[in-house]
Structures are given as C-alpha cells and as structure tokens.
C-alpha cells in the first residue's frame, strides 16, 4: 500500500532551469494538494486540486504551476526556479476536499543555488 | 492575514510524564482544528481532530482541548514515549474551504 508517492526525494536546480514534481496517490482520493516547508516553519499551501479537472491557488502559488492529470496525478512544475524556492515539497491527498485528514508523501528536497 | 500559531517552538519532556502542545488561532469561522506530528524526514501524519463545536476530544493516549473564548487549542499526550518525538502541528480547515492552513510547529523532545 504505497499512499502518497513523490519523485524526485532531492534536486538541485541552477537559477533559472524549470522541472516537474511528481505525485501519485493510490487511495482514490478526489483532493490532492501541494505545500512547501521552510526550515523551522510550518507548511505553506501552493496549489491545490478539489477533484479532478480543477485547480486553484494556495497562499503561495507565484512562480509555479500544476497539472493534474488524472485522479490519480497531480504535478508541480517550476518554470524557472529561483533560490527563494529552495524548500522542502510535500504533495498530500484527502478522500474530499473538507477532510481533516490529508494523507502526505515523503517529500521532495529541492535546492536552488 | 487569519492564520493557526504556536506559543513555543521547543517542548523537552521526560520519557513517561505528560507533554502540553498550545496553538493559538484567529480564525474563527473554521470547522476543525487538527493535529498532525511530523518525524524526522517524513511528512506530517494525522493525529487527532476536534469539531469547533466541542470543547474536547479524546484518542490514544492524546487529548486536544479547545478554547474558543481565548482561541487557544492544546495537544495532551499522556506517559510521553521516545516515539513521540517530532514536531507536532496545529491546523485549520472549513469544509468549504478545501484545503487545510498550518501553523508553525513545536518540536517536542523526549528525554529518556
């Protein structure tokens, strides 16, 4: 039972290169979600997917994009990356989008220099 | 903007005494708060959630009280084991909203 799978696990990026986070969730969950962490902080919401075919901005969507699809998939691309997003990225996914429990990935580690 | 806090960001407990873990919140219209511990190198897990028409929520071994008229939200973990140990977060949601809001977190550290 794989719940919530994200690759890369670490990345390095030079200033300016764009890549795509991958999230795949096994569990048939309608919503999925992506946040960053910064060290010693809490999780910032970027982009999320109430159900599939619909996406909408988090507290901190500038300089990325998502892409989900299909049920299962739900992606993160950053265009041209900056040393500001330099973070830690966790991809979540909840049977409906009021649940209270959100099922997280591992996490991506992704640097920017 | 509203926003989910917490007070301290490093709790040092005894293995087996019990550890207290407070948030603050400013939102009120939310429908749950939540708790949710995070290990070392892993994601944040689900813990324990409490309806904001409650004033308190038992599961094992953890109990979260809420405080509406002080907005104040507590996480009890009872005979604080080495597992324990993690950073441990409050969280908001409404149904409506779709989407859960973090706080900052509080590192717990159990002391054998």
């Known amino acids: 039972n794989a719940g919530v799978t994200q690759t890369p696990k670490f990345q390095v990026l030079k200033t300016g290169q764009s890549m795509t986070l991958q999230c795949a969730q096994d569990m048939n969950h309608n919503s999925m979600y992506w946040y960053r962490q910064d060290p010693g902080m809490g999780l910032r919401l970027i982009y999320y997917s109430a159900s599939e075919g619909t996406t909408d901005k988090g507290e901190v969507p500038n300089g990325y994009n998502v892409s989900r699809l299909n049920k299962r998939e739900f992606s993160l691309r950053l265009e041209s990356a900056a040393p500001s997003q330099t973070s830690v990225y966790f991809c979540?996914?909840?049977?409906?989008?009021?649940?209270?429990?959100?099922?997280f990935g591992q996490g991506t580690r992704l640097t920017v220099v | 903007g509203e926003s989910v806090g917490l007070h301290l960001p490093t709790l040092s407990v005894q293995e087996g005494d019990n550890s207290i873990i407070n948030c603050a919140y400013s939102?009120?219209?939310?429908?749950?708060f939540i708790w949710y511990k995070q290990e070392s190198g892993k994601g944040p897990q689900f813990i324990i959630d409490?309806?904001?028409?409650?004033d308190k929520r038992q599961g094992q071994r953890v109990t979260v009280l809420l405080n509406k008229t002080v907005k104040h939200l507590s996480l009890q973990i009872a005979a604080t084991q080495p597992g324990d140990s993690a950073v441990y977060f409050c969280a908001e949601n409404r149904a409506a909203g779709n989407k859960l809001t973090f706080g900052g977190g509080t590192r717990v550290l159990v002391k054998p």
């Open positions: 409490i309806r904001s028409n409650m």
């Open positions: 939102n009120s219209a939310s429908d749950y």
């Open positions: 979540a996914s909840s049977r409906q989008g009021g649940d209270t429990e959100a099922f």
